[in-house]
Nanobody, 125 residues
Framework: QLVESGGGSVQAGGSLRLSCAAS????????MGWFRQAPGKEREGVAA??????SYADSVKGRFTISEDNAKNTLYLQMTSLKPEDTAVYYC???????????????????????WGQGTQVTVS
């Protein structure tokens, strides 16, 4: 089970940190990702992480940081310099593979992730 928290409303230029707590998972054994979905749009990949590295969508590079605390079995997404276009429901997800398919941005395909959280709303105004 994956449970997100940390969403909320913030002004443009502000920061938020999302958390994703897991039960039944050891994060270091999975490819973990953050996705977001704005109203009327498809769910898109934001960032992914495995034990070897990370990858980010171009739209968030330099502003967002994905990390994980294996001791706490928690995934994080630190978001800074937020923009109104970052407004969306954010989801964490787990893929049943030790290594994320970072090549050709395949990590951003929703189809590789088997488990999803319920989402947390982020609103930037």
């Amino acid at each position: 089970q994956l449970v997100e928290s940390g969403g909320g409303s913030v002004q443009a230029g502000g920061s938020l940190r999302l958390s994703c707590a897991a039960s039944g998972y050891t994060y270091s054994s999975y490819c973990m990702g953050w996705f977001r979905q704005a109203p009327g749009k498809e769910r898109e990949g934001v960032a992914a992480i495995d034990s070897d590295g990370t990858s980010y969508a171009d739209s968030v590079k330099g502003r967002f940081t994905i990390s994980e605390d294996n001791a706490k079995n928690t995934l994080y997404l630190q978001m800074t310099s937020l923009k109104p276009e970052d407004t969306a429901v954010y989801y964490c997800a787990a893929a049943p593979t030790h290594r994320c398919p970072f090549y050709d941005n395949n990590w951003s395909k929703t189809s590789i992730y088997n488990w999803w959280g319920q989402g947390t709303q982020v609103t930037v105004s």
